[in-house]
């Protein structure tokens, strides 16, 4: 298993949150590839997209709803107590996935862990006291029993749990805007995007509100404060040249999908595995609302999905000036303060790749021979 950031040492709070992020990220981060899958099948059938095709935009939904939970479940279950934990969570997804209306990462990095977990207690406490024999149909059985028990919990739990989160970043975010204090709106917003309710916000909070001040003043700032693609450029601008050396090769095609296609989800782990970096993300966010305020810009609609490209399309006449300062600037701002978080680069260790526990180093043949051979002349 790859690790992708050294590991935390120590046990003050700064420590603990390190572990938390890392172990979020390392839900993720192994399924990036399915993210960037559904991030070109959104940016290129949508309607909105580039090539518009119903019959393959309908795996748009299942994918962020279903999919991506489920692996996510999966791959954190999997963490915990190996192939039997990764059933377990990818089952008690399930549960979360069927009761809920937006995607359920949060939800799945909750329950997957957590299931596998208690199922690891279970199997320590039968370990050697089971008749032989009968091993299989126990662990089938408390495996199934539990997976469908956390699953029915989930439904009922966490789910309702996760979407009073939800409802709470938009009653945050919602205040802001009503006291005009819109740069601060990404004190709530960047951290919230991070934890997956960006859709959430964007579609239930500042689309509404936007759509009814667009048909008043003809455009309106709220269309631009979530889905402004500038801080993940920034991110991961800073990510491609200072970030861990292993992950530096995935930066470019999450370029890719973030800032052309407008997937913002493709960011959201490597913030994650670093969580200081939410602060690059809530100042490159404020900077460039605040630009956008002081210079008057504004849409005419959701830009969906969240690309340069679609803001272009939805820009009114005469505002592309400000419109791209505003992204430039936050971009600008993101890459600064992330890229010093980051220290440039200088505490990553030198070699290509961190090995996990569980690898392997691979030993050239050629240098093994050459070490025996010396310490024969020394015996000599």
């Given amino acids: 298993m790859t690790t992708y950031t050294p590991e935390v040492t120590g046990s003050g709070f700064r420590a603990s949150v390190q572990r938390v992020g890392g172990y979020l990220a390392s839900m993720v981060m192994p399924n990036i590839g399915a993210f960037i899958a559904w991030g070109l ?101 408390s495996a199934g029993i539990l997976g469908g028990a956390m699953a029915i919990g989930g439904l009922y739990g966490i789910g309702p749990v996760v979407q009073w989160l939800t409802r709470q970043a938009g009653h945050g975010a919602d205040w802001l805007v009503g006291h005009d204090l819109l740069p601060l709106t990404s004190v709530v917003v960047e951290p919230a995007k991070v934890l997956f309710l960006n859709n959430a916000i964007n579609h239930g909070v500042f689309g509404p509100l936007g759509v009814a001040e667009a048909a008043d003043k003809g455009k309106s700032i709220l269309f631009m ?32 999908v973030q800032f052309l296609g407008g997937i913002h989800e493709i960011y959201f782990p490597y913030v994650l595995m670093k969580p200081k970096l939410i602060l690059a993300m809530i100042c490159g966010g404020a900077a460039g609302v605040g630009t956008f ?31 791209l300062l505003g992204i430039v600037v936050a971009a600008a701002v993101t890459f600064a303060i992330a890229s010093l978080l980051l220290g440039f680069g200088r505490n990553e260790p030198a070699e290509e790749e961190v090995l996990g526990p569980d690898e392997e180093t691979v030993v050239d043949p050629d240098e093994v021979a050459n070490a025996r051979a010396k310490l024969t002349r020394q015996e000599a």
């Fill in 225 to 256: 404060i979530e889905s402004n693609p500038g801080p993940g450029l920034g991110l991961l601008l800073a990510f491609f040249l200072f970030g861990p050396r292993s992950l530096r090769p995935t930066v470019p095609a999450a370029i890719i």
């Fill in 293 to 323: 305020m002081v210079t008057g810009a504004g849409l005419v609609a959701t830009p969906s999905p969240g690309s340069i490209f679609a803001y272009m399309a939805v820009t009114p006449k005469g505002g592309y000036f400000v419109v």
């Fill in 41 to 141: 099948i959104t940016a290129l059938f949508i309607p909105t997209g580039w090539l518009p095709n119903g019959h393959i935009a309908q795996m748009v939904g299942p994918m962020i709803k279903v999919l991506l939970p489920l692996l996510i479940g999966y791959t954190g279950g999997r963490l915990v107590h190996g192939q039997r934990g990764a059933v377990v969570g990818a089952v008690a997804t399930m549960g979360i996935v069927v009761g809920a209306d937006v995607p359920m990462f949060l939800g799945a990095m909750l329950i997957g862990p957590l299931t596998a977990y208690l199922l690891k207690l279970w199997d320590g406490l039968l370990e050697n006291r089971i008749r032989p024999g009968f091993e299989m149909l126990v662990d089938n059985f």
